[in-house]
């Protein structure tokens, strides 16, 4: 199994992981709230059947995986990480479920998945494409790939300029909603959901009084089908 390959990365292991996040009570309940959204599209994705094989590509601190790992007790769940302290923290929240180091544009596994699911990792990635060609390849016949990342077209975007915090040196291949649809789709996907979040990005949006309103949505919505939110969302199913 060839999982992690020396390729040109952003990921720098000698300084600090920027996404070794907090276990506290609090920041879990924010981290559950924050993949609702996905949760709902892998749920629907896999039509109710719990004994599914699902992997995770970039596990970050695990709050995901834990997850999925609690909702599908029956399922056969994967993950690959490429930093190795990351590894560590989702092995340490997770029981059943296989972690390894990986890199995300290179990553060979022995099996295909019936769901592979990215939160807000393509856009770390030099060459996104080598990413969707390996998911592609992992996917079993019409299994479905469900995905989220910054949307540089996003309303966020447009109005804070270069202040919007999606700008940042490890986010490399920023696209807007139309055109990571095109992307994904030119990879031999089919679109089965596209959306985008709300208003995350906009910093008065997530300040008493209208914090709450932007929280309340993202709750009872997650995304909606339009192409001004904070974060992408979609789900593609793999051409057969």
């Given at each position: 199994m060839d999982t992690k390959h020396s390729t040109n990365v952003?990921?720098?292991?000698a300084a600090p992981s920027l996404y070794a996040e907090p276990y506290s009570k609090l920041y879990r309940l924010k981290r559950r709230l924050t993949y609702r959204d996905i949760l709902k599209h892998v749920g629907s994705a896999l039509?109710?059947?719990t004994n599914v094989?699902?992997?995770?590509?970039?596990?970050?601190?695990?709050?995901?995986?834990?997850?999925?790992?609690?909702?599908y007790p029956k399922a056969n769940l994967h993950g690959i990480e490429f930093d190795p302290r990351l590894v560590q923290l989702t092995r340490s929240k997770v029981k059943r479920a296989v972690i390894v180091e990986g890199n995300?544009?290179?990553f060979k596994m022995e099996r295909q998945f019936d769901v592979i699911v990215s939160s807000q990792?393509?856009?770390?990635?030099?060459?996104?494409?080598?990413?969707?060609?390996?998911?592609?390849a992992h996917l079993k016949p019409g299994g479905k790939f469900v995905m989220t990342t910054p949307n540089l077209g996003g309303l966020g975007a447009r109005m804070m300029g270069k202040r919007w915090h999606g700008y940042r040196a490890d986010h490399?291949?920023?696209?807007?909603?139309?055109?990571?649809?095109a992307f994904?789709?030119?990879?031999g996907f089919e679109t089965v959901y596209s959306g985008s979040t709300f208003f995350s990005g906009i910093p008065i949006l997530n300040r008493f009084p209208l914090g709450p309103i932007n929280w309340m949505l993202l709750l009872a919505f997650g995304s909606?089908?339009?192409?001004?939110?904070?974060?992408?969302v979609g789900v593609f199913q793999k051409k057969t």
């Open positions: 952003t990921v720098d292991l039509y109710g059947n094989t699902v992997l995770e590509v970039g596990t970050g601190s695990g709050f995901l995986m834990q997850i999925l790992e609690e909702k995300a544009e290179t990792v393509i856009e770390h990635l030099f060459h996104p494409q080598e990413m969707l060609k390996c998911v592609f490399v291949a920023l696209k807007t909603y139309k055109q990571w649809v994904i789709e030119s990879h909606i089908r339009w192409k001004y939110g904070e974060s992408f």
